[in-house]
């Protein structure tokens, strides 16, 4: 039975959209992903009084800025927790880590990327592994740089709000050493310590637009956000990492991502973890 719908969505309005996607962010929607747009778009059509996706897509080809972010931050799908993946935090601690402390003495300096941050569990995330990694008497200087292309889940990020549920999976000690239980009106989130957030800073980035840095980086997790790309897209994003990266930096990838015929600037290490080559 076919679904009933407020507005007609024809595959010529499907396809206009995903030019659109394609264009402002580099993402490749698939034909499985129509009833997904046509979820989420509706309300953009329905807030904003539209009866047709075509004049909804002339607003945002017409160079609507505001409406543009918003179409941007509908389309974009977040999901992340806390230590996603965790045998990329566990190669940090116990290998990375103390291989760049040994590496980087001199100016004890370390420089992180985090793309695609989503709503900020992956930088915070790194913060605390950094932070349970290195003494708290040494004085290093560590950054973490931390971007998504939607504002909305930045906004969440930066705050550092989470509701309580977030943080089920930690042990107990990390619960209560990185993060504030939330009372009164705010019982039932936690707020994570500002000695974290001390150390990332957050931004909106267009990863296919220019860059505001040229790092050198330690490392970069970039993870379940190529899958959203073409094969020739990635290949310019890979290619780029490997020229912000220092030689034999990290590179970290999505559990369901790969650079085989991709790039041949890294070198696979194993689970997804990779080291620039050239």
Known sequence: MEKVRDFDFTDKDFDKVRNLVKNHTGISLSNAKKDMVYSRLSRRLRNLGIDKFSDYCNLVEG?????????????????????????HFQYLSKTLIPDIMKTNIRDKRIRIWSAGCSTGEEPYSLAIAIKETISVNDTWDIKILAT???????????????????????????????????????????????????????????????????????????????????????????????????????????????????????????????????
């Open 63 to 87: 160079g609507d800025d505001s409406e543009l972010i918003k179409f941007t931050n509908a389309i974009t799908t977040n999901l992340t927790s806390f230590f996603r993946e965790e045998h």
């Open 148 to 278: 998504d292309l939607d504002s909305d889940v930045l906004n969440t990020a930066s705050r550092g709000v989470y509701s309580s549920e977030r943080i089920d999976g930690l042990s107990s000690n990390r619960k209560k050493r990185w993060f504030l239980n939330g009372k009164g009106d705010n019982t039932g989130t936690v707020r994570v310590r500002p000695e974290l957030q001390e150390l990332i800073t957050f931004k909106q980035l267009n990863l296919l637009r220019e860059w505001p840095t040229k790092g050198p980086f330690d490392f970069i997790f970039c993870r379940n956000v190529v899958i959203y790309f073409d094969k020739e897209t990635q290949k310019v994003l890979f290619d780029r990492y490997a020229n912000v990266l220092k030689n034999n930096a990290h590179l970290f990838i999505g559990h369901s991502e790969s650079l085989f015929k991709v790039s041949d600037r890294f070198k696979l290490l194993g689970q997804t973890i990779y080291t620039k080559t050239k």
